[in-house]
């Protein structure tokens, strides 16, 4: 199930994420990748980012440079790495839960639950958002760093060993910026309620771990303070952030605020076309009931103690997939609204949850088998009726997925032919694709970035690019503008590329 899985998703990816340059990867453009190909990157520039509600993204920066000299800005690319790092997910999760398995009649029901948790990282779920916008994909990235790092501090809390611990606090804390520090209080409160609840898990070295992770990352974040602000919006004044949250809360999000998050990494929309669109929020909220029953029983074993691996990386995720929520209902609903909740995209970071939830059953499976009657019979064949729900799922999802195909080629030929449009006349810019915010730009930068790209024969004006993606128009590149004298309008010479 799982091998079905990953070739849905690299297949779906391989023949329809885009290449085409969209959304944030012009901010890059603009402020990364052009001091590259000018030859003036500094290390800072990795780290820059924008006024506000922003993340540095300096693994994503190395990706774009290692797009840009061997695949010609080809963002599909980014999204195969992203497909990658979330099968190697699964296998880190495979090594928590199934390897070290017991023998017993519970290996079943792990084996079931591993294959639920990559139905969860590998579904086309949320019109297969994850894996078309190749940036999205590429949190697959931050997710992998942040479990390995969930592993090594369980490691290091088992055998007293510090130093690799000390090394990938530093490599997540570098190289994730935000979504690190999250991590970290996570991983910081999950220490302390195992320490609390768990006497056999009570050890005097706790505080050393504590001491390594925290002095990483107070370094870090000092380094980050003096990492160059480019662009963006400076931030709403609390007081008016907090009035317009407010605002929000009673405006449906007193509801919306939890139940999406808990359902959209299970449904994204409707199985089924014929119902109706008030049946289809009842069982929104039907869903999302059952699941924050299931929050509460994953409380209840997390406050009774009785540690395991599986449990202390469930208890950290879980902690984690709250904090990215509260972050995006903090930081982008106040102002893009509360239906900026059901963004596809944060989709990937909703299935925390989910997999935090499936990680405490596996790990809560004891090995001495127990009766199949009464309270454990429910909680037993209730998580097992929700994994077999998660696997079931991905079939309506990855056939619409597939179904969309045609439609999302149809997409990327339309933002070629404006990014194209752009290059020859930098001043139409009407009735641009969301997707393409450079359109918003001044006409300077719009002549500038564009004309980057097509000069040096990048992305859409890549013969290497058109021929892996055959559906792109065959764009020449625009040719450089002469120059002419202010006398007479003789044209004197080229100019030189911008």
């Not at 963002?75 to 023998?103: M, Q, S």
């Not at 969930?150 to 997540?172: E, G, M, P, S």
């Not at 089924?272 to 049946?279: I, K, P």
């Amino acid at each position: 199930m799982a091998a079905l899985l990953l070739l849905n998703a690299i297949y779906f990816v391989l023949r329809a994420s885009s290449p085409v340059i969209r959304d944030d990867a012009w901010y890059f453009l603009d402020v990364f990748l052009r001091k590259a190909i000018n030859g003036s990157l500094g290390v800072g520039d990795f780290f820059v980012k924008r006024a506000g509600a922003d993340h540095a993204q300096p693994l994503f920066k190395m990706l774009l440079l290692f797009e840009w000299r061997y695949f010609d800005l080809d963002f599909a690319v980014g999204a195969v790495v992203g497909v990658l790092a979330a099968a190697a997910c699964g296998l880190v999760f495979y090594r928590i839960i199934v390897v070290e398995r017991c023998n017993d009649r519970g290996d079943a029901y792990r084996c079931l639950a591993w294959a639920a948790i990559c139905a969860v990282l590998l579904s086309l779920n949320a019109d297969a958002g994850t894996w078309t916008w190749p940036l999205v994909a590429l949190e697959n990235v931050t997710s992998l760093i942040i479990l390995l790092f969930v592993v090594v501090v369980w490691h290091a809390h088992q055998k007293q060993r510090y130093v690799a611990l000390a090394l990938v606090t530093l490599v997540l804390d570098i190289s994730s910026d935000d979504s690190a520090l999250i991590a970290i209080i996570a991983a910081v409160a999950a220490l302390l309620l195992m320490w609390l609840r768990d006497p056999e898990q009570r050890r005097r070295s706790t505080w050393k771990l504590l001491v390594v992770m925290i002095v990483c990352t107070v370094l870090v974040r000092i380094g980050y303070a003096y990492a160059p602000i480019v662009g963006g919006t400076p931030p709403v004044p609390l007081s008016s952030h907090l009035g317009l949250l407010l605002e929000r809360f009673w405006d449906k999000g007193w509801w919306m605020w939890a139940v999406l998050p808990l359902t959209l990494p299970v449904f994204y929309r409707s199985p089924l076309e014929s119902f109706h669109a008030e049946t289809w929020l009842a069982m929104q909220i039907a869903m999302g009931l059952v699941l924050l029953l299931a929050h509460l029983w994953f409380w209840r074993m997390a406050f009774r103690g009785r540690y395991n691996r599986p449990a202390f990386v469930a208890v950290c995720l879980m902690l984690l997939s709250y904090g990215w929520v509260a972050g995006i209902i903090l930081g982008r609903v106040p102002v893009s609204g509360n239906d900026y909740l059901n963004q596809p995209r944060y989709v990937l970071l909703y299935g925390g949850h989910l997999i935090a939830l499936l990680l405490m059953w596996a790990g809560s499976l004891g090995a001495t088998p127990q009766s199949s009657t009464g309270w454990h019979a429910i909680g037993t064949w209730t998580p097992a009726v929700g994994c077999l729900v998660l696997l079931v799922a991905q079939i309506p999802t990855s056939i619409y997925a597939w179904h969309m195909r045609p439609y999302l080629w149809a997409y990327y030929v339309q933002m070629a032919h404006q990014i194209d449009d752009l290059a020859k006349d930098p001043a139409h810019a009407a009735a641009c694709v969301p997707e393409l915010p450079v359109c918003n730009w001044s006409m300077g930068k719009r002549r500038e970035l564009t004309r980057l790209l097509s000069q040096n024969r990048l992305n859409v004006f890549s013969s290497k690019v058109q021929q892996r993606h055959v559906y792109l128009p065959r764009l020449l590149p625009v040719p450089a503008a002469p120059l002419t004298s202010a006398a007479n309008g003789q044209v004197v010479g080229p100019a030189k590329p911008d």
